[in-house]
């Protein structure tokens, strides 16, 4: 959608109203709605309910008010409650990190979307079917971005995206990248979707938090977004699509390729990627018996206890060897 559309169809048909004996601000309003902020669009037509009367719904502004409008509002103060936790976070000097999982890719010489510039007349031979290589795999991409500092750990996995590949690559992040920069964090903020392997239901994913919290000493707030809302997510759009725009054009031949073209990714805010590669074999299908589960300090929030919930370490922890898988 054009900016002169926001401008003639929409924003100054907004600015000719008067509500409560004040004028919308016409600059604003432009600036906020070509942001794509929609957080804070729906919260602005929440407040002002007749800009979304029927005489206002010009075709162009179709997609965005119904995206809008159909943000519940139960959503939008999750969304507000995560903010206010980050804020919090990061005022009083405790690391704030988002993780998720890219899209899997496929190794080997295959079609991979976008352009590159090449000589003349010597493109790259690709497969014209993506059908899985046994002998190359698959890459798992797993993302801890630091909020605060910009910075972000990529483990690439062979195996499973499973919840043990997930925390096994927030502690490798905390040890390499984190603690040096967080000498005396004593709490950790981790915001994550509700889907895969970080999701809020899965067993394992708790159990794994808490043997972090174990082994780190800090207690640990985890926040999951609502279903539906993942692309607020700060790593899908302050990494992912960068990643996604470095490599674009490039066929992913090998593991060794695909590491270093995320450890390449920069952006003109100083984005800096480290990124490893993760051999592990991470089994599915592990189950966690209620013994295990027993062990799990977790203290839902107030608010959304589903979604929000902190574990605390266990001071005096017990070696449990068995694990049913």
């Given at each position: 959608?054009?900016a002169?559309?926001?401008?003639?169809?929409?924003a100054?048909?907004?600015c000719?109203?008067?509500?409560r004996g004040?004028t919308?601000d016409?600059?604003a309003?432009i600036?906020?709605?070509?942001?794509?902020?929609y957080?804070?669009?729906?919260?602005?037509?929440?407040?002002?309910?007749?800009?979304?009367?029927?005489?206002?719904?010009f075709?162009e502004?179709h997609?965005?008010?119904l995206?809008i409008?159909?943000v519940?509002?139960?959503?939008?103060?999750v969304?507000?409650y995560?903010?206010?936790l980050?804020r919090e976070?990061?005022?009083?000097?405790?690391?704030?990190?988002?993780?998720?999982t890219?899209k899997?890719?496929?190794?080997?010489?295959?079609k991979?979307?976008?352009?590159?510039?090449?000589p003349?007349?010597?493109p790259?031979?690709v497969r014209?079917?993506?059908?899985?290589?046994?002998?190359?795999?698959?890459?798992?991409?797993?993302?801890?971005y630091?909020?605060?500092?910009?910075?972000?750990w990529?483990?690439?996995?062979i195996?499973?995206?499973?919840?043990s590949?997930?925390?096994?690559?927030?502690?490798r992040?905390?040890r390499?990248?984190?603690q040096?920069?967080?000498?005396?964090?004593?709490?950790?903020l981790?915001?994550?979707?509700?889907g895969?392997s970080?999701g809020p239901?899965?067993?394992?994913?708790g159990?794994?938090i808490?043997?972090l919290?174990d082994?780190?000493?800090?207690s640990?707030?985890?926040?999951?977004?609502?279903?539906g809302?993942?692309?607020?997510s700060k790593i899908?759009h302050?990494l992912?699509s960068y990643?996604?725009?470095?490599w674009r054009?490039?066929p992913l031949?090998s593991l060794a390729?695909?590491?270093?073209l995320i450890?390449s990714?920069?952006?003109?805010a100083?984005?800096?990627?480290?990124?490893?590669l993760?051999?592990?074999?991470?089994p599915?299908?592990?189950?966690?018996?209620?013994q295990?589960?027993?062990?799990?300090?977790?203290?839902?929030h107030g608010?959304h206890?589903?979604?929000?919930?902190t574990?605390?370490p266990?001071?005096?922890?017990k070696?449990?060897r068995?694990?049913i898988?």
């Open positions: 959608m054009k002169g559309q926001y401008q003639f169809s929409f100054f048909s907004c000719a109203l008067s509500l004040q919308i016409q600059t309003f600036d906020l709605v070509k942001s794509s902020k957080l804070e669009v729906s919260a602005f037509l929440h407040s002002h309910p007749r800009l979304v009367t029927e005489s206002l719904l075709p502004m997609p965005l008010l995206a409008r159909n519940d509002r139960k959503m939008i103060k969304l507000l995560i903010n206010r980050v976070f990061q005022g009083n000097g405790q690391p704030v990190i988002s993780v998720d890219k899997k890719e496929l190794v080997g010489d295959f991979n979307a976008g352009k590159q510039w090449r003349k007349q010597t790259n031979l014209v079917h993506d059908f899985l290589i046994p002998e190359k795999g698959k890459a798992i991409p797993y993302g801890v630091d909020l605060t500092r910009n910075a972000e990529v483990s690439v996995g195996d499973h995206d499973t919840a590949f997930a925390v096994r690559t927030i502690l992040w905390w390499k990248m984190g040096p920069v967080y000498p005396g964090a004593r709490q950790l981790i915001t994550a979707d509700t895969g970080n239901r899965v067993r394992l994913w159990w794994e808490q043997r919290a082994r780190t000493g800090m640990i707030t985890v926040c999951h977004f609502p279903p809302t993942s692309k607020w899908e302050r992912f990643i996604s725009t470095n054009g490039q031949i390729v695909i590491v270093s450890a990714t920069r952006t003109v100083g984005l800096r990627v480290r990124a490893e993760d051999k592990r074999r991470y599915p299908g592990r189950e966690i018996p209620e295990l589960m027993s062990t799990v300090k977790l203290q839902p608010f206890g589903d979604w929000n919930y574990i605390q266990n001071r005096t922890r070696i449990i068995s694990v898988f």
